[in-house]
């Protein structure tokens, strides 16, 4: 399984961003997707997440800020990123929790990371 991430980069405080992400591979069924960030000397948090059932988790530091959609039975998702402040620097890492087959037990999976700088 592989997931491309793409959408970040560097913007102004107050502005908006659109992160991406599509898995790829051999994906018998999908459970949830969704982000998590890592600011420099921090640990990784979940940002939000897309269940199959069609309902979001969000991270209450990003709640009505950031909007997560997508469609899981294509693998697909995105994070609508707004009014963004220097404290959502970070890299923002994709994330999905699938079966490769029937048989398998839910596996998470992880993109490459890609960063988003808010400048003041």
């Known amino acids: 399984v592989q997931l491309q991430a793409s959408g970040g980069g560097l913007v102004q405080v107050g502005g908006s961003l659109r992160l991406s992400c599509a898995a790829s591979?051999?994906?018998?069924?999908?459970?949830?997707m969704g982000w998590y960030r890592q600011a420099p000397g921090k640990q990784r948090d979940l940002v939000a997440a897309?269940?199959?059932?069609?309902?979001?988790d969000y991270a209450d530091s990003v709640k009505g800020q950031f909007i997560i959609t997508g469609d899981i039975a294509k693998g697909t998702v995105y994070l609508q990123m707004n009014n963004l402040e220097p404290e959502d620097t970070a890299v923002y890492y994709c994330?999905?929790?699938?079966?490769?087959?029937?048989?398998?037990?839910?596996?998470?999976?992880w993109g490459q990371g890609t960063q988003v700088t808010v400048s003041s």
């Open positions: 897309l269940i199959r059932d069609g309902s979001t």
């Open positions: 591979g051999s994906i018998f069924i999908i459970n949830d």
């Open positions: 994330f999905i929790d699938a079966k490769r087959t029937r048989s398998d037990s839910y596996e998470r999976y």
